[in-house]
């Protein structure tokens, strides 16, 4: 069964880096031919697709985001991760890993349960 | 960017109710449009993708119709479990956007 869990610092100070982990189990990211990718929401609001990765490495960005954002595979510990660079209070949020549906890099089919990050000095 | 709009925000009905959900798109979306759920606390659980296809494992209650920029998402019959948030997702290309969400509640 597919699995998926994020992991990471829960409290980042403004202007460092976030850098967040999700572990996979049930299924391999060099593999399976599925995106996999990130999505996050802010404390009661709406969802945010953050960023998206190919089996094969071919990443996607949310325009907004792109500029700050790195997402990469680490297929020797089946993991994907996200690094947010220069954060400050409004990317608090949790923050979710997904995989994504069969053809898509954008629409999560599998989710992680969440981490909380929140950005405060 | 294209622009999603979810009416109502809150919706407050009955187990046995008929629901509708409506999502509007600022520019057509053609078919690409997905549903969620989400419970206080829990990720989102996707139940609809391409405006009308249905994923496994989610009750033939749900229901989800349109193209371009209308669409709807419809609970035939609303049962104790599906009270939660419900946002519709649009992409069209990568650069895809979320709605505001709408919170289905009890009467």
């Known amino acids: 069964q597919l699995q998926l869990r994020e992991s990471g610092p829960g409290l980042v100070k403004p202007s460092e880096t976030l850098s967040l982990t999700c572990s996979v189990s049930g299924d391999s990211i060099s593999s399976s031919g599925y995106h996999w990718g990130w999505i996050r929401q802010p404390p009661g609001k709406g969802l945010e697709w953050i960023a998206g990765?190919?089996?094969?490495?071919?990443?996607y960005y949310n325009p907004s985001l792109k500029s700050r954002v790195t997402i990469s595979l680490d297929t020797s510990k089946n993991q994907f991760s996200l690094r947010l660079n220069s954060v400050t209070a409004a990317d608090t949020a949790v923050y979710y890993c997904?995989?994504?549906?069969?053809?898509?890099?954008?629409?999560?089919?599998?989710w992680g349960l969440g981490t909380l990050v929140t950005v405060s000095s | 960017d294209i622009q999603m709009t979810q009416s109502p925000s809150t919706l407050s009905a009955s187990v046995g109710d008929r629901v509708t959900i409506t999502c509007r798109a600022s520019q057509s979306v053609y078919s690409w449009l997905a549903w969620y759920q989400q419970k206080p606390g829990r990720a989102p659980k996707l139940l609809i993708y391409?405006?009308?296809n249905l994923v496994g494992g989610i009750p033939s209650r749900f229901s989800g119709s349109g193209s371009g920029t209308e669409f709807t998402l419809t609970i035939s019959s609303l049962q104790p479990d599906d009270f939660a948030t419900y946002y519709c997702?649009?992409?069209?290309?990568?650069?895809?956007?979320f709605g505001p969400g709408t919170k289905v509640d009890v009467k």
């Open positions: 990765i190919y089996y094969r490495g071919t990443t």
């Open positions: 391409k405006a009308s």
């Open positions: 997702q649009q992409y069209n290309s990568y650069e895809n956007t």
């Open positions: 997904a995989r994504h549906i069969d053809g898509s890099a954008v629409v999560a089919g599998y």
